[in-house]
T-cell receptor
Framework: QKEVEQNSGPLSVPEGAIASLNCTYSDRGSQSFFWYRQYSGKSPELIMSIYSNGDKEDGRFTAQLNKASQYVSLLIRDSQPSDSATYLCAVKIQAGTALIFGKGTTLSVSS | ETGVTQTPRHLVMGMTNKKSLKCEQHLGHNAMYWYKQSAKKPLELMFVYSLEERVENNSVPSRFSPECPNSSHLFLHLHTLQPEDSALYLC??????????????FGPGTRLTVL
C-alpha cells in the first residue's frame, strides 16, 4: 500500500527560528512531491512543489528531495506566527492518479 | 472568478434531505477531485475524474453520488446522509499529462453539517 508518513507534531518553534518538516514515502516510483499549508477551517494551499533531487528555494521556504532515501522535507526560515498551520506532504505516483497525502504536521510558531 | 470555486460554502441538512455541492474550476484543468476532511482526520479521497471519466472511487457510500458534466464542473449529490458525514468537502483540480507537473489546487470547501 502506497503511504506517505509525517510526524503529526505539534512542532513548536520560536519566532525567527528555522522550522524543519519531514516526510517519507513508500513508493519508489513517485515522481512529484508537494507541500501544502492548511490553516484551521480552511482548504489546503499549495506552497512548494519539487520533482528533482536536491533543494528548491522559494522565499523563506526550501523543499529538499532525496529519492534514494524516499525522503522530502520543508524548511521554513525566519518562522513567523502566521506560519502556524498544518503542513501536508503529498506525493504523485504518475499521471492520471490522485495525490497521496500524509496526515500533516502541525506547526506552532510562538512570538 | 479565478481558481477553484465551490458552492455553497456552508450547508446544514437533515438526514432525509437531498442536496448538491457544486465545484467549478477556471484553470483549464482536465482532472477534478472530491475529498472529505473530518475533524482532526487526514484528507480522504472520494472521487477522481480525469477527462470527465471517473477513474477512482475510494469505496464511498452510495449516498454520495458524483457528476462531472464537463471538465470545468463537478457536482456531489447528497441524499440520506448520516451525522458522521458532517465534514469539510473539498474540490480540487489539476492538469494531467505525462510530463507533469500535476500541481493540484483546492477550492475553499463546503462545510457540511448533517443534523
Amino acid at each position: 500500500q502506497k503511504e506517505v508518513e509525517q510526524n503529526s507534531g505539534p512542532l513548536s518553534v520560536p519566532e525567527g527560528a528555522i522550522a524543519s518538516l519531514n516526510c517519507t514515502y513508500s513508493d519508489r516510483g513517485s515522481q512529484s512531491f508537494f507541500w501544502y499549508r492548511q490553516y484551521s477551517g480552511k482548504s489546503p494551499e499549495l506552497i512548494m512543489s519539487i520533482y528533482s533531487n536536491g533543494d528548491k528555494e522559494d522565499g523563506r521556504f526550501t523543499a529538499q528531495l532525496n529519492k534514494a532515501s524516499q525522503y522530502v522535507s520543508l524548511l521554513i526560515r525566519d518562522s513567523q506566527p502566521s506560519d502556524s498551520a498544518t503542513y501536508l506532504c503529498a506525493v504523485k505516483i504518475q499521471a492520471g492518479t490522485a495525490l497521496i497525502f500524509g496526515k500533516g504536521t502541525t506547526l506552532s510558531v510562538s512570538s | 472568478e479565478t481558481g477553484v470555486t465551490q458552492t455553497p460554502r456552508h450547508l446544514v441538512m437533515g438526514m432525509t434531505n437531498k442536496k448538491s455541492l457544486k465545484c467549478e474550476q477556471h484553470l483549464g484543468h482536465n482532472a477534478m477531485y472530491w475529498y472529505k476532511q473530518s475533524a482532526k482526520k487526514p484528507l480522504e479521497l472520494m472521487f477522481v475524474y480525469s477527462l470527465e471519466e471517473r477513474v477512482e472511487n475510494n469505496s464511498v457510500p452510495s449516498r454520495f453520488s458524483p457528476e462531472c458534466p464537463n471538465s470545468s464542473h463537478l457536482f456531489l449529490h447528497l441524499h440520506t446522509l448520516q451525522p458522521e458525514d458532517s465534514a469539510l468537502y473539498l474540490c480540487a483540480s489539476s492538469q494531467e499529462h505525462s510530463g507533469g507537473p500535476w500541481e493540484q489546487f483546492f477550492g475553499p470547501g463546503t462545510r457540511l453539517t448533517v443534523l
